[in-house]
């Protein structure tokens, strides 16, 4: 059936070694494949990712960077790192790219590192306003070491209040202000973080995890020009590996580099480096441009249309791969809304939406994204589609529903096939 993106031969070998982690590989790409994959932070990477992946690059220590390691034996992972340095820096126009954290998190430790000490401030977006665990939070490290003050949106706009993040950086003087998010359907304006930070002496970093995949598209404009320094994530819409990536102008670039070896870091993954460096030169085709504008119109449509049955969206819509929908319209809280959505077989995310009366674990919103539908080819029509499966799949407390819907999505699924032999 499908089992050839695993290496064909290889998996029948650990099928044979291994049945109990070769049956989870098969029922988690069955899941893949049956599923409406709605998560905004996910994606199918192509099967030239996943065979770079799944190659025996992983088996070399590289500690250090090309040219300059600390073990023999580097020369050929080093054209792999050196492939995946210069695609990254041609695709975003860069001074320096630094292709080793292990994932997003790890990047923005190392951004924290590059930048700061331990107790210094630093500005970056709320947590329930859609920031990231690593701008700030309590139980993170960026909320236990650094005083972190949080900016939001304005609850009439539910948009970046750019005034409360001027008057919060002259009155905090940060060392660093961290634009991005989580849960952000807009687009930043990056000029005028840029103006803030130069007002106040600021480094301006950029938390581009979520979208830089639209900004390789070049469907969004790019925050490579204006800031200091660029971490991201490489698994969500730019659809490569689980790993994470950081761009910074050449002044910075020492800086970067040692923070995240010996910084943060030992050897780097260097099969994820080469999976990388595979899904840069996707994203620099026509093909991918067109993918990243499609994921936009997608997101755009399915937020439509869930206006359509009765929701809102937070912001008024979206103008990115992902959308914020507050589902108080519907009697239904964010749990609820994701546990049914789940046994309808569509899923997604709860989420707080800004000035969220419930707490974090109910919320009143859910959080919808287009990657991975867009991957597999679906386009504005199939949007329309989803949005009436989750507005039944929320409405509906009965389970024999929610399995008449989850044969729906089966349907729906099963004529946009991912990974099929
Ligand atoms: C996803 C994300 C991260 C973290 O990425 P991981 O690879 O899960 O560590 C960091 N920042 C933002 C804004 C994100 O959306």
């Not at 031969?9 to 049956?23: G, H, T």
Request: glycine share 10%; net charge neutral.
């Amino acid at each position: 059936m499908t089992k050839d993106i695993f290496y064909g031969p290889d998996f029948d070998l650990l099928s044979k070694q291994d049945p109990e982690i070769s049956s989870v590989l098969l029922s988690e790409l069955k899941r893949q494949q049956t599923n409406l994959q709605l998560i905004a932070s996910e994606n199918f990477t192509s099967r030239a990712v996943l065979a770079a992946l799944g190659s025996t690059l992983s088996n070399k220590y590289a500690e250090g960077y090309p040219g300059k390691r600390y073990y023999c034996g580097c020369e050929e992972v080093d054209k792999a790192e050196n492939l995946a340095i210069e695609r990254a820096k041609s695709l975003f126009g860069a001074d320096h790219a630094n292709v080793q954290p292990h994932s997003g998190a790890s990047a923005n430790i190392a951004v924290y590192q590059a930048f700061t000490k331990p107790g210094d401030t630093v500005l970056a977006m709320s947590l329930p306003h859609g920031g990231h665990l690593t701008h700030g939070s309590p139980v993170n490290f960026s909320g236990k070491w650094f005083n972190v003050v949080s900016y939001g949106v304005r609850q009439d706009t539910e948009l970046i209040d750019y005034d409360e993040l001027r008057d919060l950086a002259i009155a905090n003087k940060p060392k660093m202000i961290c634009s991005g998010a989580t849960a952000y359907p807009s687009l930043v304006d990056f000029e005028k973080v840029r103006a803030i930070c130069d007002e106040v002496g600021a480094i301006m970093w950029v938390d581009a995890a979520h979208f830089i995949g639209l900004v390789a598209g070049k469907a969004i404009p790019s925050p490579v020009p204006y800031a200091d320094v660029v971490s991201f994530t490489t698994h969500k819409v730019l659809r490569g590996p689980r790993g994470g990536m950081i761009l910074a102008k050449e002044a910075h670039a020492a800086a970067i580099d040692k923070a995240v070896f010996p910084g943060m870091q030992g050897g780097p993954i260097m099969s994820a480096v080469a999976g990388k460096a595979v899904a840069l030169k996707e994203c620099a085709t026509p093909e991918y441009q067109k993918y990243a504008k499609d994921v936009i119109v997608n997101a755009q449509a399915l937020c439509t249309a869930l206006e359509g049955e009765g929701m809102r969206a937070v912001s008024g819509g979206t103008q990115t791969h992902l959308a914020l929908i507050d589902i108080r319209g519907t009697g239904v809280n964010g749990k609820v809304a994701d546990e049914r959505c789940g046994n309808a077989g569509i899923v997604l995310n709860k989420n707080s939406i800004p000035f969220d009366p419930e707490k974090p674990g109910i919320t009143s919103g859910i959080r919808v994204g287009t990657p991975a539908t867009t991957t597999q080819g679906m386009g504005v029509e199939e949007m329309k589609i989803i949005a009436s499966l989750i507005s039944r799949a929320i409405r509906s407390e009965d389970p024999s529903v929610l399995a008449g819907i989850k044969s729906e999505v089966h349907a729906l699924t099963s004529k946009f096939p991912i990974y099929n032999a």
